[in-house]
């Protein structure tokens, strides 16, 4: 695998074959390396970016503390034959500093995460279209656990008539439901086994065992701080911390109704 940290790096491996791009922050976990799988069923070259990217945290969010395991990601990547690594340091992303140069849609950012986090999916949206810029990919693929996330940058893509093709991944989730998350090494073994009733939770609700109002109780009661339960687009949506560590999922309805059929 080749390490590229420089735009003039990224330069010298555009060529004539197709080239399927997953940016992620890092702390790489089975969910990433699902998207790196996709990735290659597209196209012959895959290349992965590692950034943890300043302007999409808040004052009091987790940025310094955010996991970085970067011995360990090169290991993962290599032992899925990944060709790239783009590598880079926030100079080369933000060489005029830490600036918001692309905004998110208004209607799809302010609900759900945009509440209460603001101005994040302006961070997600600059630095994915100068990475989008800078590495000129035919497909990029994004995990549906940013359900919101992705239809911001689907959105994005469109209205800046970027040419790529965004690729949505399905949640790869721990054997007892939990989304995977690099946040997840931040919950206690006690929070550890409280954490997939959010998962337990978004079921019920798309099953129709329980209302929105029932399951935020319970999820309360287990000791979550609820920043939102929801129903939107035929999708429910959840966001809880536990803790200090904040936890997002979400489930389709229509994936639920050959359950409700048996
Ligand atoms: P992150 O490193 O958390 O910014 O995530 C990078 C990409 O991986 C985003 O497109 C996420 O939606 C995706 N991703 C993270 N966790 C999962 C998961 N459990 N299943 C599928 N995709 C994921």
């Known amino acids: 695998m080749q390490i590229l940290k420089t735009k003039n790096d990224l330069q010298k491996i555009q060529g004539d074959t197709k080239l399927a791009f997953v940016p992620t922050m890092g702390a790489l976990h089975e969910g990433h390396l699902s998207l790196v799988k996709i990735a290659q069923s597209y196209a012959k070259k895959v290349i992965v970016s590692i950034f943890v990217n300043p302007t999409q945290f808040g004052p009091n969010e987790d940025l310094s503390k955010y996991p970085r395991t970067i011995e360990d990601d090169i290991k993962k990547l290599e032992s899925l034959n990944v060709d790239f690594l ?18 998110a849609n ?28 800078l ?52 919950l206690s073994p006690e929070q550890r086994l409280i954490a997939p009733k959010l998962n337990k939770a978004l079921k019920s609700v798309a099953q129709g ?21 929801e129903t939107r687009r035929n999708r429910v949506f959840v966001a809880a911390k536990l803790g200090s560590t904040r936890l997002i999922d979400n489930i389709s309805l229509s994936a639920m109704i050959p359950l409700l059929n048996n």
Do not use: W
Not at 86 to 103: C, R
Not at 210 to 229: R, V
């Open 106 to 133: 208004k209607e799809l950012s302010e609900a759900l995460c945009g509440l209460n986090r603001p101005g994040h999916f302006d961070g997600v949206c600059t630095v994915v279209y100068k990475l989008f810029d």
């Open 135 to 186: 590495i000129k990919p035919d497909y990029a693929i994004f995990g549906q656990k940013d359900y919101q996330q992705l239809l911001i940058i689907k959105d994005m893509v469109k209205t800046e008539q970027i040419m790529l093709e965004i690729i949505e991944a399905e949640i790869f989730r721990e054997a007892d439901g939990l989304a995977m998350s690099s946040r997840n090494i931040y």
């Open 86 to 103: 783009f590598l880079p340091d926030a100079s080369e992303l933000y060489p005029q500093g830490l600036e918001i140069t692309h905004f």
């Open 209 to 229: 065992k329980q209302s929105i109002d029932e399951a935020k109780l319970d999820l309360i009661s287990l000791g979550f701080e609820l920043d939102y339960l």
